[in-house]
């Protein structure tokens, strides 16, 4: 069973800043590419941000580049995202995603195999 935990979201005002935790076991982490999604209300679930198992590698949805920072502990086997210069639109639930890239020809273009429950992030006006 895997078991994704996130953690850190809360109630932020705009321009602030947030920094999510995704706690994995050491298996998950070496076996998975691992990403960000949110899903706002009435609105599909959207990619925001992956890193790979390649030092350096990540990849991020166009609304998150330049404010979101990805990041991978491989020693604590957690997953950040670091979010800067928040704004209202960027109000939603955020999942953690363990990525499965074994069919993909690229990595960031793999399927999640698993979710985490979700932390809630609120950016007020």
């Known amino acids: 069973q895997v078991q994704l935990v996130e953690s850190g979201g809360g109630l932020v005002q705009a321009g602030g800043s947030l920094r999510l935790s995704c706690a994995a076991s050491?298996?998950?982490?070496?076996?998975?590419?691992m990403g960000w999604f949110r899903q706002a209300p009435g609105k599909e679930r959207e990619f925001v941000a992956a890193s790979s198992w390649i030092a350096g590698s990540t990849k991020y949805a166009g609304s998150a580049e330049g404010r979101f920072t990805i990041a991978r502990d491989n020693a604590k086997h957690t997953l950040h995202l670091q979010m800067s210069n928040l704004k209202p639109e960027d109000t939603a639930v955020y999942y953690c995603a363990a990525i499965d890239t074994t069919y993909a020809s690229k990595w960031y273009e793999g399927i999640v195999a698993y979710w985490g429950q979700g932390t809630q992030v609120t950016v007020s006006s």
């Open positions: 050491e298996r998950t982490f070496n076996m998975y590419a």
